[in-house]
């Protein structure tokens, strides 16, 4: 199965230590959906991706990293 | 804990209650009566009254979204097992033509039931467990 990971933890800390209640109150989301994302136990949808990676002033893919095992990617192209 | 969890945890608490009520009733005064100690799921209506205005975000609506339609999916099939458990007993079973009056409301509450005790115990699982938004 594909799995989405992210390093919100690490660029909370990296922002003056932000919470979890000030992130989530500025991506528009509760607390507990934030506690469920830095546990990687929810997949965000691609509009709350991009709002979470704009309170950082990153790019998506600098906040979460799609990881795809090779056994579903299918054999590497020549 | 949030205003969907509470409420599943009251549906389940008044679950308790029922089943509980139900077996002490039993003894004394037997199957009829005794499923009288289920009309104490209403109170699981008051759960409308939790969380008013609290926020809920794309991972709640989602949670709840499909916690509904386990609790459908469940609540049909109650519904049809016993509509059909009911005529394999009166009619296939026992060859009998006439139904008790009662049967038919019994299982329309029985599918209610169901359905509300599913989605409050599809609820806490849900959030307890790895999730997908509804457009992943």
């Given amino acids: 199965m ?12 990296d922002h003056d230590e932000m919470t979890q209640e000030e992130l989530a109150n500025r991506a528009g ?6 506690i469920a994302l830095e546990a990687g136990k929810y997949t965000p ?8 990676a704009r309170v950082f002033n ?21 | 804990m949030n205003a969907e969890q509470k409420r599943a945890w009251l549906g389940v608490a008044t679950m308790t209650a029922c089943v509980v009520g139900y077996l002490v009733l039993l003894p004394f005064f037997g199957p009829v009566v005794a499923t ?19 926020r809920a975000d794309e991972r709640d609506r989602s949670i709840g979204r499909r916690a509904t339609l386990g609790g459908a999916m469940a609540s049909y099939m109650a519904f049809i097992l016993g509509c059909m458990g009911t005529w ?49």
Wanted: net charge positive; hydrophobic share 45%; with cysteine.
């Fill in chain 1, 2 to 13: 594909p799995k989405i990971t992210n390093c919100i933890r690490r660029f909370r800390f």
């Fill in chain 1, 29 to 34: 989301v509760t607390r507990q959906t934030i």
């Fill in chain 1, 45 to 52: 949808s691609l509009s709350l991706a991009f709002r979470i």
């Fill in chain 1, 58 to 78: 990153k790019r998506v893919e600098d906040v979460f990293q799609y990881e795809v095992s090779l056994s579903e990617d299918g054999p590497p192209s020549s």
């Fill in chain 2, 36 to 54: 009288a100690a289920f009309a104490l799921y209403g109170i699981n209506g008051f759960a409308g009254f939790i969380g008013r205005g609290e």
């Fill in chain 2, 88 to 136: 394999f007993t009166v009619f296939a079973w026992q060859g009998r033509e006439l139904v008790w009056v009662h049967v038919l409301g019994m299982i329309t509450v029985f599918g209610g039931i169901v359905f509300f005790f599913t989605r409050s115990v599809a609820v806490l699982v849900l959030y307890g467990r790895h999730t997908e938004p509804d457009n992943a």
